[in-house]
């Protein structure tokens, strides 16, 4: 789950309700609406052993601007700036000289849901596990989800999440779906892990069997590559979509449900 972290005066205002927009420069976070999103606490910014997860966010809007078109309505749960060099002079102590008043920015509204999100019981103690993980595009390129599945060594469901790319192609979206569940799977404190995925061009890469040759495809490769490196024992095995069908079914029932939000 991506997350977005605040200082702890924003995070006592969002559980509040008093904050429920976020705006971001320089940002390089793919965010899209109805993702969720964890939202973390820095208690103490230079310690991250403090910070804590307050709860979980759905995004609901997202404009981008430039900081001189902002208008009132924009600032709605956010920080009121009297006039244009106000903001300007709180976002140049943010990001220094570089921004002006033509600098874009992206406003992003959300709810806000309080909770811990702890991991359950069983995840939180399982040092070895077994993970599914798909993605599927429509169109390819097209409305894309990818989904994953954290199981025991039973092969019972322990936790599976899934999430809404936007227009993507099929095997971007299968890189998702490993590298979204590797990092939930390293948040949960596994040390070894089994991967299995339907796609059999994405577990050649990883493997080193297949070189990467398609640059959209390169960074999610390294990605998952740095990720792996979490675990001290980790294997990645193609199996066919009929062994992986509670990560497909996933995937299809969020576009499924996109698909009639769109309507």
Known sequence: MKTLKFDHQTAESIIEGKKTSTWRLYYD?????????????????????????????????????????ITKDDMSGHIQFRSSDEMLAHYRKLYGERVDLSTPVKIVQFSFEPGSMDAPVEASKMEEARIYTDGGSRGNPGPSACAYVICNLDDNVVEKSGFYLNKITNNQAEYQGLVMGLERASELGIKKLSVFM?????????????????????????????????????????????????????VNRILDEQKTTSL
Not at 209 to 237: E, G, R, W
């Open 29 to 69: 976070k793919d965010l899209s609406v109805n993702d969720d999103i964890k939202i973390i606490d820095k208690v103490d910014p230079e310690h991250d052993s403090s910070w804590q997860v307050i709860g979980k966010a759905r995004v609901t809007q997202i404009v981008e601007k430039q900081l001189n078109d």
């Open 198 to 250: 339907d796609s059999e061009l994405v577990v050649n890469q990883v493997n080193g069997f297949y070189k990467v040759k398609n640059a959209d495809l390169a960074p999610f490769h390294q990605k998952a590559s740095l990720l792996a490196k979490n675990f001290q024992k980790i294997s990645f095995t193609h199996v066919p979509r009929e062994l992986n069908r509670i990560a497909d079914a996933e």
